[in-house]
């Protein structure tokens, strides 16, 4: 439910309300979900009463997520293995590729390595 909320969040009043719970208990488990990582609360005015607004600390993976991945056409993909001398962990085209796409500011020009494998 939090998830499908997207970037917006939901607020915790409409997660006790869809979920036929009193406040009591959905601020309980708004709480335990927070304490584990699951979500963020942030805090919120919504109709002349304090909320929180409730957003998921996960993100749904889609095929877009993944388009452009070095892996793909990697010569080397089917020898990397995590530990060994080729690797995901040690492989600085996956590694820029990541950097790259998990900043919300894109470099306009990219590192050499991954343009060439575009």
């Known amino acids: 439910m939090i998830l499908e909320a997207g970037d917006e969040g939901l ?3 409409e997660m006790w309300k869809r979920l036929g719970i009193t406040g009591q208990e959905g601020s309980k488990i708004a709480r335990r979900f927070e304490e584990k990582g699951v979500i963020k609360r942030q805090r919120e005015l919504h109709e002349g009463r304090q909320t929180y607004r409730l957003f998921s600390t996960k993100k749904t993976v889609t095929l877009d997520s ?3 991945c070095p892996c793909g056409t990697c010569d080397d993909v089917e ?5 060994r001398q080729i690797s995901p962990t040690r492989c600085p085209v996956l590694i820029e590729w990541i950097d790259l796409n998990a900043s919300e500011n894109t470099r306009e020009t990219p590192h050499p390595h991954f ?4």
Request: net charge positive; proline share 7%.
């Open 11 to 13: 607020l915790q009043t």
């Open 66 to 68: 993944i388009m452009g």
């Open 79 to 83: 020898r990397c293995i995590p530990g």
């Open 115 to 118: 343009a060439s494998i575009q």
